[in-house]
């Protein structure tokens, strides 16, 4: 099993729809928390850092339930540029970066 | 601000063959990272390093692959002899500190082994 689980889509939505990933994670000792977006042939950059008490950046929400190891990102007024493939994160127990597969959204026109 | 550096972005080489992936970290960033992509096994943690030490490599595959960071601004990652199966992606990132900061990519090495 790995450590981080994403659903790999792709997720194929019009422009202005509201779309959700989630992600679970095995490690209970993870600390910290992140989405990373990538977009074709480049390299990954932070999103967002995800809190216990959820948090927001604009059209981006992002929360974790540490009970279930569940994290989510809700995307809303989706844009064309939102098209990219979105890294969830969680830390190992040293703190190192464990990243899920991806999940791959295409905003359509 | 330069970002994290990586060269050469693009490598073709033959099977057997020494390649050397080379990375400047952002000044002042201690810790440096060395991932690797593909599509089946995703992203993963090779090497990483802090003030130019290495602290786990257990991300390392096997004995091809060695990574040195003779200073701050500088790393290199080296498979001898390359195989096919190397093909991948390898990013490169910086960091001012290990845990629960952003971590800054490099734009990566795209390698093929052929």
């Not at chain 1, 689980?5 to 019009?14: A, I, L, R, S, T």
């Not at chain 1, 809700?74 to 464990?98: E, G």
């Not at chain 2, 992509?37 to 993963?44: A, S, V």
């Amino acid at each position: 099993r790995k450590e981080v689980e994403q659903d790999p889509g792709p997720f194929n939505v019009p422009e202005g729809a509201t779309v959700a990933f989630n992600c679970t994670y095995s490690n209970s000792a993870s600390q910290s928390f992140f989405w990373y977006r990538q977009d074709c042939r480049k390299e990954p950059k932070l999103l967002m850092s995800v809190y216990s008490s959820g948090n927001e950046d604009g059209r981006f929400t992002a929360q974790l339930n540490r009970a279930s190891q569940y994290i989510s990102l809700l995307i809303r007024d989706s844009k064309l540029s939102d098209s990219a493939t979105y890294l969830c994160v969680a830390t190992d127990s040293s703190y190192k970066l464990i990243f899920g597969s991806g999940t791959r959204l295409l905003v359509r026109p | 601000d330069a970002g994290v550096i990586q060269s050469p972005r693009h490598e073709v080489t033959e099977m057997g063959q020494e390649v050397t992936l080379r990375c400047k970290p952002i000044s002042g960033h201690d810790y440096l990272f060395w991932y690797r992509q593909t599509m089946m096994r995703g992203l993963e943690l090779l090497i990483y390093f802090n003030n130019n030490v290495p602290i786990d490599d257990s991300g390392m595959p096997e004995d091809r692959f060695s990574a040195k960071m003779p200073n701050a601004s500088f790393s290199t990652l080296k498979i001898q002899p390359s195989e096919p199966r190397d093909s991948a992606v390898y990013f490169c990132a910086s960091s001012p500190w290990q845990g629960g900061d952003e971590q800054f990519f490099g734009p990566g090495t795209r390698l093929t082994v052929l």
